[in-house]
């Protein structure tokens, strides 16, 4: 089932209750924006040691829950989307990579940057290939 706009509104289900909501979407994008900035700003001062550990964790946590949440207020759409599908290849590469002990060198630092520039890039693409406002 399509939500045409999910942009303006997510449907939830609740068992048989389906609700529509003006602010929800938007809400969960901007939480989905917070764990990022927590996730790749603790990420990038995770050398200064286990404190910031939580942060981080807890960063792509958020992400991973506001992220499932607004796919599924639209599955078809960000299926039938080509930078949706780039972002969710580098997607778990770039975690693999960030989780990686090769990440401490230089070299696997900058791959996992790469990685993690790539799929904000592709983020932010989504919009702009989304097939089902052509």
């Not at 068992?15 to 990038?44: C, D, Q, Y």
């Not at 939580?54 to 960000?78: K, V």
Request: contains cysteine.
């Amino acid at each position: 089932m399509t939500c045409p706009g999910s942009r303006e509104f997510l449907l939830i289900y609740c068992g048989k209750v389906r609700v529509k909501n003006t602010w929800l979407f938007p809400f969960i994008e901007s939480l989905h924006l917070a764990g990022l900035a927590m996730f790749v700003g603790t990420a990038a001062l995770s050398k200064s040691g286990r404190i910031l550990r939580r942060w981080t964790h807890s960063g792509l946590l958020l992400l991973l829950i506001t992220g499932l949440a607004m796919f599924f207020a639209d599955t078809p759409r960000y299926l039938a989307n080509p930078a949706f599908r780039v972002k969710m290849a580098l997607f778990p590469v770039a975690i693999l990579c960030q989780l990686s002990p090769l990440r401490r060198g230089r070299a696997g630092w900058f791959i996992c940057v790469l990685l993690w520039t790539l799929v904000a890039l592709a983020s932010r693409a989504i919009a702009d290939f989304d097939i089902a406002n052509l």
